[in-house]
């Protein structure tokens, strides 16, 4: 069974950082990373980094984002630094993979944590 363990979020004044972490668990991943979603607006990407290594972020993030995978732990982490009132919503941790055996890749999505971000 595949699971997304998210940590992470709550109550952070803008200008901190947001650090965000996710541990999926039951298949081979091939892309992780984080989605959000705002209250009224679609759920858009924030960051995601493939096995190879590449990163892509949005760019309202971009500069002030890092996301990065501890091997070690199999948990990919986001940190997003200077937050901004905008930046508040439900984060998604994403992933993409596939079961050992399946020749078909599936995307896997968290619960979801929220991110309140104070003035």
């Known amino acids: 069974q595949v699971k997304l363990v998210e940590s992470g979020g709550g109550l952070v004044q803008a200008g901190e950082s947001l650090r965000l972490s996710c541990a999926p668990r039951?298949?081979?991943?091939?892309?992780m990373g984080w989605y959000r979603q705002a209250q009224g607006n679609q759920r858009e990407l924030v960051a995601t980094?493939?096995?190879?290594?590449?990163?892509n972020y949005v760019a309202s993030v971009e500069g002030r984002s890092t996301i990065s995978l501890d091997n070690a732990k199999l948990t990919v982490h986001l940190q997003i630094d200077n937050l901004k009132p905008e930046d508040a919503g439900v984060y998604y941790c994403?992933?993409?993979?596939?079961?050992?055996?399946?020749?078909?890749?599936?995307?896997?999505w968290g619960q979801g944590i929220q991110v309140t971000v104070s003035s």
């Open positions: 994403y992933c993409r993979g596939y079961i050992s055996g399946d020749l078909l890749q599936t995307d896997y």
């Open positions: 980094r493939s096995s190879d290594g590449k990163t």
């Open positions: 039951g298949a081979i991943f091939t892309t």
